[in-house]
């Protein structure tokens, strides 16, 4: 056989995915040093953005011919572009749109992959600890989405508690990116953070400092919190705990009664549609931190089981849901 034609869609098919490899790679790298920023602000030649942002000129000018060959960014008349669409998903983190904080997620992530022979060959795990940055890169879209939900979407009440002035309690709130999102919507509203990691708890209190909002080194599973809450929230931190029951259970206690509780978390789909594909592989990064995700059913049992009602899923794409719950 020779050249490309003649050959299988299973090999293209294939092939693609490997193209797909550099396009996060790619996306990731120009977004960490600032190529793709300095190209949306303003289009410049290979040897203009190496000389401007200081960077190695071979780097870039390999850097600028994979952009343009992948399609993030175009050429015309010797300088480099960026159509308004791509800076809307590779760079604008509120647009629903937004997936270059994915990318950066997982192209950080994958440094960890060497440890994937560890866990087949023994089962060794690794926790998340040492990846706090890829987390803010992929929940600032959870965040975002579930700021824009609660403005317009069926859970309005929670803008509108949020906006009077009420107590929040974020489990599992990692470096406290949400809290800082929240307390710049909502100042009038005061935030409580619970988070076992020592490295995101020391980041979470530096965001907290001199607002009302108070970090606390704790598991969900120890929280002994009694009716003082009007809304919990748990972003991606409920597949990490061990006994789940035992966290969505002391949700309830912590919560007043009318309080509700929020959860932003990727749910396994029933079958791979095109849509389901990314968690499905996804499978395989949360093994290696020793988690798995749960499914819609799993996650309202947990709900029912510790007393909640009006269980609720919205979903965000991309097998991502807000999961609301109240305790009436
Ligand atoms: C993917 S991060 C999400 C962080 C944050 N909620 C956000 O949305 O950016 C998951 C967090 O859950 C925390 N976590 C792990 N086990 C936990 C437990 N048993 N109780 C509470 N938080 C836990 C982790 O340390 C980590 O910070």
């Known amino acids: 056989m ?29 977004r960490s040093v600032g190529l793709l920023q ?11 953005l190496a000389a401007k942002l200081g960077l190695d000129a071979g780097a870039v000018g390999a850097w600028c ?18 159509s308004a669409r791509m800076k809307e998903i590779l760079l604008d983190a509120k647009s629903p749109n937004y ?8 192209a950080m992530r994958s440094l960890e992959y060497r440890g994937l022979e560890d866990l087949f060959n023994s ?3 690794l926790d998340m600890s040492s990846t706090f940055d890829a987390i803010e890169q992929a929940t600032d879209w959870d965040h975002n989405a579930f700021l824009s939900a609660i403005k317009k979407g069926r859970s309005r009440r929670l803008h509108a508690m949020l906006s009077k002035g009420c107590r929040v309690l974020d489990v599992g709130c990692g470096t406290g990116t949400l809290i800082e999102k929240l307390w710049r919507s909502y100042p009038r509203s005061a935030f409580v953070g619970v988070e076992p990691s020592e490295v995101a708890v020391h980041r979470a209190m530096e965001v907290a400092a001199g607002k009302p909002v108070e970090i606390l080194r704790l598991q969900g599973e120890a929280m002994n919190f009694d009716g003082q809450f009007d809304i919990v929230y748990l972003g991606e ?11 969505v259970s002391n949700c309830y206690r912590a ?38 995700f749960m499914t819609k059913e799993e996650t309202g049992a947990l709900l029912r089981n510790a007393g909640f009602s009006k269980v609720a899923f919205s979903d965000f794409g991309g097998s991502l849901f807000l999961v609301s719950a109240w305790k009436i």
């Open 255 to 292: 919560l007043k009664k009318g309080g509700a509780i929020a959860i932003v978390e990727g749910l396994l789909p029933k079958t791979a549609s095109k849509e389901g594909r990314l968690i499905i592989g996804m499978q395989l990064d949360f093994a290696l931190q020793g988690y798995r």
């Open 123 to 125: 089962g060794k795990t």
């Open 2 to 30: 020779a050249g490309w034609k003649g050959r299988p869609k299973e090999f293209k098919q294939l092939w693609d995915y490997s193209v797909g490899f550099y396009g996060v790679w790619v996306a990731h790298i120009g």
């Open 38 to 48: 300095h190209i949306a602000h303003s289009p410049a030649s290979a040897a203009g």
């Open 99 to 106: 997936l270059g904080g994915q990318f950066s997620y997982l």
């Open 237 to 247: 931190s409920l597949y990490a705990a061990s006994d789940k029951q035992a966290v």
């Open 65 to 82: 011919s994979a952009a343009v060959a992948l399609g993030l960014i175009g050429e015309r008349k010797g300088k480099l572009r960026m």
